[in-house]
């Protein structure tokens, strides 16, 4: 079963666009959510992460949503770049699980010129 | 300051042959991840290592088994190679800072099992 789902398997923005990636999640004992980047044979990189005690948080360009209730969150890319285009993958885990991630399926990013 | 790296970057098995990939990190950090990566999957976890001295199982240990060498080193041992493990190995290490945490990844390893 999977616990954390990202059904688009891909999106395509206009450069200069704002891009929403979503991400729902079935486990209510998650507490600590993740959005990693990763560029074809590369390792994934660290983009930007929430705890749920907040239902927001910024770092830049990258802005990462949590609704507790609806266990959904997404991550805003505004404004899009070129540069951007990759797959995202969320990620979620527990405090006291000894930091294991659950990953969802990706999210390819196209950001056209 | 190299993050982690994973050695080989590209192997190529017959199936039965058996074969370790090795993951060193220079971070000091405590826990040391492998997931594997399929196409249309997301990354899913193999192994981990809480501590130097500690393993675990995570979702998908069947067929391989771990060494945590010593803090920096942690070794994904596949026995009998199956079509099955052909996949994208990654090793991850974890960063925690208060309540914030993080995992950094290699650069992976692709293996072939024929």
């Known amino acids: 079963d999977q616990q954390v789902k990202q059904n688009s398997p891909s999106l395509s923005v206009q450069e200069g666009r704002i891009s929403i990636l979503n991400c729902d999640y079935t486990?209510?004992?998650?507490?600590?959510f993740l959005w990693y980047k990763k560029y074809p044979a590369e390792g994934p990189t660290f983009l930007i992460s929430?705890?749920?005690?907040?239902d927001k948080n910024e770092d830049g360009r990258f802005t990462v949503f949590l609704n507790k209730s609806a266990k959904h969150l997404s991550l805003h890319i505004v404004p899009s770049q070129p540069g951007d285009s990759a797959v995202y993958f969320c990620a979620a885990s527990s405090y006291n699980q000894g930091g294991k991630l659950i990953f969802g399926q990706g999210t390819e990013l196209s950001v056209k010129p | 300051n190299a993050g982690v790296t994973q050695t080989p970057k590209f192997q190529v098995l017959k199936t039965g042959q058996s074969m370790t990939l090795q993951c060193a990190q220079d971070m000091n950090h405590n826990s040391m991840y492998w997931y594997r990566q399929d196409p249309g999957m997301g990354l899913r976890l193999i192994y981990y290592?809480?501590?130097?001295?500690?393993?675990d199982k995570g979702e998908v240990p069947n067929g391989y088994n771990v060494s945590r060498l010593n803090k920096r080193e942690f070794s994904l041992r596949l026995e009998s190679a199956a079509p099955s493990q052909t996949s994208v190995y990654f090793c991850?290490?974890?960063?925690?800072?208060?309540?914030?945490?993080?995992?950094?990844f290699g650069p992976g390893t692709r293996l072939l099992v024929l």
């Open positions: 929430i705890s749920s005690i907040k």
């Open positions: 991850a290490s974890r960063r925690t800072s208060g309540t914030q945490e993080t995992q950094y």
């Open positions: 290592s809480a501590s130097e001295g500690t393993t």
């Open positions: 486990n209510s004992m998650f507490d600590y």
